[in-house]
């Protein structure tokens, strides 16, 4: 249990990969570089920093070309928490708090601005959470990671913390000392790697570092070294360390599971602050848990700044807690909670309904209502313990109920994208309770809805039989309410007609009591907007925001697509200027990825841009959106024989009024990009049976059946094509099993790619894949080569061991 943080990260992390359902593969960094070093061109996917002590030194955003597009721009939002409106009666206001140490993707594959795949872990229960940590770092890719800008926009947005991770294993799984001494070494007066670590917090936008020491063979003073290093970086602020119990003042790995004297001094010493938390590890009784808050609290530090830890990265809320010892009935908690691998909800689900059915067990409790988490299984849910915070502090308060992933894109309640997609740089702040439904009849159901949106990919949707009055509780909140303040709420029925629904409001001087406002009926089947004057109310402050349906009907049934609490007219936001491609990379004769920046707009508060290609029949076709002034864009395909496309870009403002575009133009190239290695020789580790050759994988189909591909049972598994001559090559495509018709479980996982210009010549690697779950994958790259080569490392999605190749494709000219 000591070692379960090492061993996961240094064996298991690539593995999980697949699980977390990594987005399409591209060629990926080089280990131990800053991001920015991918393979592929001035177009290539950008993806999140990560570092090893001594390649941090040369980082310099000025020269790191993925540093904008890594950029977090949503600020660390105040929150509040009224105790009248929690939930769950025994939450615990003001007491233990919560950090949430999550794995969203391998340390070396964070994509910076999200994917096109719709099924990532779209956490949506910030308001029970504290802090983030971007949990990462491995011996073999890097052992600093910093958080990617979607993880801290989302989590400012709710005001909750964010950090990044620094990790020394353990010498059995790869660690090296000398990497520890590499960190802690100092220059003069000051710790060159400190520098950089709090350089990479404030250029980034996040709020600290989780600094995880469990490399044995250390000493005294590489320990006050450590220390010493902590209150450096501290001092240059604002920027916070959590200490992860492993490392003791000695200078060796020994888990105390607790504060003791071998261990509080990389908290406080001597009255100074050296860490503002510390993480303790798993192995914590009830009686280590008493001792840590006296130590804690002998020491003028609070007994929240320790965290004790829980492991549910295999069972999730399966797992044995001794909630007593942390969370006491009709006492104060002992101390704060540490999660571990919440993830688990989204890795261990068979799809996303089944994900969002585990994280509402995880956090609302068996029963999916916050209030009511009575269950026999020992695991309550996080909100019987602590109650639930809201950062809708301020005007204008707007949610579409986007949950940060979605199948299409909708803007205005116009489909212009049917491309899936996650990015939690533009979630939604999620509903504070999920769900708080109260009814003298039967309950409805409130739900996120996945089949339609009035903006982005997702709406609020509640159904069910109707037979008597129910109220919906959303947000707390602590809005004032001016003259012109208004409600919006866009909803919208199957038919035209009654809504059965009304807006529900609560304010701060009598916080429990609703006021109701109908909201009608509908005189269509699309999306209406009801705006409502709350001008009586003028001089209060909105505690609550809610719906209520009222009468009856069998079937129930009306989507909810925006609600919004705002001032005045709709504000706008002034164009963003100078939009420029920055760079871009062919992936083949009609598909290019693009890196795009232009200069924020001048005036106006901007939510969010939207960026747009121009189709030559006048429409537009969504290309994503993004609160920062820069963007990659995963897929930009050419329509028929067009010589250029334009790209819009838009400013969406805080109220959802949309600027004028601006534009700038990508021009196709003239060159003709073909398959070189169409019908070429190819040659191959072996074959499954005398049809399924090497041949197959050349001839340019896939649609000749089972048998129209390349299969072999070899130990080493290698498929060679000879191009002929030096050929300048632009990227790869590989045809998996599944684009033949065969089982997706049967898609290559792992493999690679290599070049060489003659036979005399090694083979140079172009590209890498790890954890690829898709049918077909392409893999942009700018060389040069004669012979290319498919190497497999890992067949299968299971243990199956033959490897299935419809097409490999080598494009280029």
């Known amino acids: 249990m000591k070692r379960r943080l090492a061993l996961l990260l240094s064996t298991a992390l690539a593995a999980l990969s697949a699980v977390l359902l990594a987005p399409a593969p591209q060629a990926t960094a080089t280990a131990g570089t800053s991001a920015g070093t991918t393979a592929g061109g001035s177009g290539s996917q950008p993806y999140a920093s990560y570092w090893y002590p001594n390649t941090i030194l040369d ?15 949503v600020p660390l939002r105040p929150r509040v928490s009224d105790p009248a409106l929690k939930a769950n009666a025994n939450a615990r206001p003001g007491e233990g708090r919560v950090v949430s140490l999550v794995s969203f993707g391998p340390t070396s594959n964070n994509p910076s601005q999200g994917s096109a ?150 908290l406080q010493e001597s009255g100074q602050k050296t860490s503002d938390s510390m993480f303790l590890n798993f192995g914590w009784s009830a009686a ?187 947000y707390q909140t602590r809005l004032p309410v001016a003259a012109d303040t208004r409600l919006d709420v866009v909803l919208k029925t199957p038919a035209a007609g009654a809504t059965h629904l009304r807006a529900a409001v609560a304010f701060t001087d009598s916080p429990t009591v609703l006021t109701t406002l109908d909201l009608g009926s509908t005189t269509t089947a699309g999306w209406e907007r009801r705006t409502l004057d709350l001008s009586p109310y003028a001089g209060r402050t909105i505690a609550q925001l809610g719906l209520q349906t009222t009468g009856s009907t069998p079937s129930l049934d009306v989507k909810i697509g925006q609600l919004a609490v705002r001032d005045g007219a709709v504000d706008t936001a002034a164009a963003p200027t100078g939009p420029t491609v920055l760079g871009s990379t062919d992936v083949s004769p009609t598909r290019r990825t693009v890196r795009l920046a232009w200069t924020p707009s001048a005036t106006g508060s901007v939510h969010h841009y939207e960026v747009y290609r121009r189709n030559p029949d006048g429409s537009r076709t969504f290309l994503g959106a993004t609160p920062n002034s820069a963007w990659f864009v995963p897929q930009l395909d050419r329509v028929g024989t067009e010589t250029s496309t334009v790209l819009d870009v838009e400013a969406v403002s805080t109220e959802y009024g949309r600027s004028a575009p601006a534009s700038t133009t990508v021009t196709w190239s003239a060159a003709t990009s073909s398959n070189l290695s169409l019908n070429r020789p190819a040659t191959a580790s072996g074959q499954c049976n ?97 012979y290319v080569r498919l190497v497999i490392t890992t067949p299968t999605q299971t243990t199956d061991p033959a490897a299935r190749i419809y097409e490999f494709e080598a494009w280029g000219t």
């Open 59 to 73: 980082w310099d955003p000025a020269t790191d070309p993925d540093a904008r597009f890594n950029r977090a721009t």
């Open 288 to 474: 280590g848990l008493d001792s840590s808050r006296t130590l804690a609290r002998s020491l003028g530090r609070n007994e929240y700044e320790l965290y004790s830890g829980i492991d549910t990265e295999a069972n999730g809320y399966n797992s044995s807690v001794n909630w007593n010892a942390l969370f006491p009935a009709n006492k104060p908690h002992t101390t704060s909670l540490g999660l571990y691998r919440p993830e688990w909800t989204h890795t261990s689900a068979t799809g996303r309904a089944d994900s969002y059915a585990r994280e509402a067990r995880y956090w609302d409790g068996a029963n999916g209502d916050p209030s009511n988490t009575t269950t026999s299984s020992s695991w309550k849910g996080l909100a019987t313990y602590v109650p639930e915070s809201s950062p809708i502090t301020a005007k204008p308060f707007v949610t579409s109920f986007d949950a940060g992933q979605g199948d299409f894109w909708n803007s205005g309640g116009v489909r212009v994208s049917s491309t899936g997609w996650n990015n939690l740089s533009v979630q939604d702040v999620p509903p504070t309770y999920r769900w708080l439904v109260s009814s003298s009849g039967t309950r409805i159901t409130p739900s996120i809805d996945f089949t339609d949106a009035y903006e982005g990919g997702s709406a609020l949707r509640l159904t069910g039989a109707l037979d008597s009055d129910n109220t919906v509780r959303l």
């Open 117 to 266: 795949d719709p099924n990532y872990y779209a956490f949506g229960h910030w308001q029970y959470v504290d802090t983030l940590v971007f949990w990462g770092g491995s011996a073999g890719e890097g052992l600093i990671l910093a958080p990617n800008p979607t993880v801290i926009d989302a989590a400012h947005r709710n005001g909750v913390k964010v950090y990044g991770t620094v990790f020394f294993p353990p010498t059995a799984y790869g660690g090296k000392l000398q990497w520890v001494r590499d960190f802690a070494q100092k220059s003069g007066g000051r710790y060159p790697v400190a520098d950089k670590l709090v350089q990479a917090a404030q250029y980034y936008g996040f709020d600290g570092w989780f600094l995880n020491q469990e490399t044995d063979g250390g000493d005294s003073a590489l320990a006050t070294a450590l220390r010493d290093e902590m209150r450096y970086a501290r001092s240059l602020g604002p920027v916070e360390f959590m200490w992860y119990d492993a490392m003791t003042e000695s200078g060796s790995v020994n888990w105390q599971n607790a504060l003791t004297s071998a261990d509080d001094a990389f």
């Open 690 to 786: 005398g049809s399924e050759t090497a041949a197959k994988a050349v001839n340019g189909s896939v649609s000749g059946g089972n048998g129209d591909k390349w299969c072999t049972l070899t130990g080493s598994k290698w498929l060679e094509v000879d191009l002929g001559a030096a050929r300048s090559l632009t990227g790869f495509v590989v045809k998996h099993a599944q684009a033949g018709g065969e089982s997706a479980s049967w898609n290559t996982r792992d493999f690679t790619v290599q070049v060489r210009g003659a036979t005399t010549d090694p083979w140079t690697t172009a590209v890498t894949v790890t954890g690829n779950t898709a049918a077909t994958t392409t893999h942009p790259v700018s060389l040069t080569a004669r």
